[in-house]
């Protein structure tokens, strides 16, 4: 199985990322890309990612990551 998503290629280092904190990333059927976090928190966007919305997104699960990484250490 790929482990190649299909996401912007900026985002697939964050894909892994998030997977092995033990989250999930999934494309769903409406091209959108659920994000599900270590912590349970889910958020979603779009498959591109571009724009500025996309990137404070981008930027929250980054910081939830972080938060995380800090509490498990």
Not at 16 to 35: D, K, L, M, Q, Y
């Amino acid at each position: 199985m790929s482990r190649h998503l299909g996401i912007n290629k900026d985002l697939e280092p964050l894909a892994r990322h998030v997977r092995r904190a033990g989250g999930r990333v999934e494309i769903t059927r409406s091209n959108h890309v659920r994000w599900t976090m270590p912590s349970g928190h889910t958020l979603r966007t779009g498959l591109t990612m571009s724009g500025p919305t996309a990137r404070a997104r981008q930027r929250a699960i980054e910081a939830e990551l972080n938060e995380w990484a800090d509490r498990h250490q």
